[in-house]
């Protein structure tokens, strides 16, 4: 049976990674045989395949590491959500007793008109008529 591209690959990529030169007389050797002509055009097309990657090319992940990947991204989203929602919940909070003890703080309209020396009563009657004339 002839060898396919495919074993022959994986021969080249077993000696690489034992940390040998996959040369064709390497290859062919751990084959145990086969045609030059045939290791020739599998290597140039592994070669081919292996510059078009380029240096930094990653491998995929396996679908355990994916799968773990993912339930980790989510542990971290759901960390974080709930971290902005206490952060939001908190500053509400603050928001409102600030609001509530400004208003606290602020004078009614019928004291700012009793410090203007004017009455509670004018004030709105005034604004009623339209008149802008002084009391």
Do not use: C
Not at 105 to 131: I, M, N, T, V, Y
Request: net charge positive; no cysteine.
């Amino acid at each position: 049976m002839p060898l396919t591209h495919e074993q022959i690959w994986a021969t080249a990529d077993d000696l690489e990674a034992n940390g040998m030169e996959p040369t064709l007389v390497a290859v062919r050797k751990a084959l145990g045989g086969g045609s030059y002509s045939t290791l020739s055009d599998a290597m140039a097309e592994r070669r081919k395949r292996l510059s078009t990657k380029g240096p930094d090319a990653m491998e995929p992940l396996p679908p355990a590491l994916t799968q773990l990947v993912e339930r980790l991204g989510q542990q971290i989203w759901a960390s974080a959500a709930a971290y902005a929602h206490d952060r939001l919940k908190a500053d509400r909070e603050q928001f409102e007793r600030l609001r509530s003890d400004l208003e606290g703080q602020r004078p009614s309209s019928s004291e700012g008109w009793q410090r203007s020396g004017r009455s509670s009563q004018q004030g709105p009657a005034r604004l009623k008529h339209g008149r802008t004339a002084a009391v």
